[in-house]
Structures are given as C-alpha cells and as structure tokens.
C-alpha cells in the first residue's frame, strides 16, 4: 500500500477502523494534515505502519531516551523533510499520535511531541512522566498533548 494523503475537509477513518478512538483519531490526524498544508503547502500523506516498520522502530528508538515503550498497536506513520527538520509520524489503535520533530543542523530544536485523541485516558506509560496541556480543534475536538526535548543522535 502506498501513501494516502490526508483530507482534513472530508475526514476519514480509513487505515484506523480497528481504534476505539478512530473519529477523533481521524480527526486528530486531519488537524495535522492542515497544519502542513497551511504552515508549508505540504500534502501530508501515511501509509500502513506495517508497511513503514523502520519509522515505528525509529520514534521507539527516541521513545526509549525516556524508558518509554508505547503498549498499543501502532497503525500508520509518515515521515517528510520540511525546512531542514525531519518529521516523523506514528498514529496508535489507542488513539495516541507521536511526532518527532528533529533538526538536521539546530540540535536545540529537537522533541518528540504526544498528543491524544478526545476522550482517550492517558496511556499508562505516559502517565507519571507528563502532564498534558489541552488545546481545541475543529477537526479533533479537544486534543491533550505533551513533549519532551530529545538529547541523543538519531
């Protein structure tokens, strides 16, 4: 399967049917798809995690600078370059979506960011290490998200 890009005016649940959370999760991922279509007209596109295994196995690598292994089945993941920063993308069944942000040349600018789906609880992993800040969306409803700086080469 290659790549879909993501329509955030006609929001679809394709490729998340098996999360609990797949409408606000879908949502969630439409706010992302906007985000870049409006801060870098890029069209923002995943694909089956199965079918990106080296992304999934790159954000658990990052993960683990905090002893963080996420529990739940991720379900699709991208990764693009933009403006000399490298984005990495991984959506979870359990409503979960994290980014890695990290720049190819400002070591300062570098961070894995957590956000949730609406009404998903917190994952247990995630739990005692974070606190979360909540933000609207019209796409997603109310998203809780969180971040911390990454310190290694990846």
Known sequence: MTAKPIDFKD?????L???PYAETL???RANEARYFKNKYDLDFSTKAADKAKKLVNYV????????????STPLEATEFIVDGIRWTYVFYESGLAINVLYSLENTKKRAVGFKLSMGMPIPEELASK??????KSKLAGEIR???FIVK???
């Open 130 to 135: 974070f606190k979360f800040a909540r933000q």
């Open 17 to 19: 049917t098996s999360s």
């Open 145 to 147: 998200g969180s971040f």
């Open 60 to 71: 658990s690598k990052v993960l683990l600078e905090k002893d963080i292994v996420i529990s």
């Open 11 to 15: 929001v679809s649940t394709d490729g």
């Open 26 to 28: 879908a949502g969630l």
């Open 152 to 154: 290694g080469e990846y």
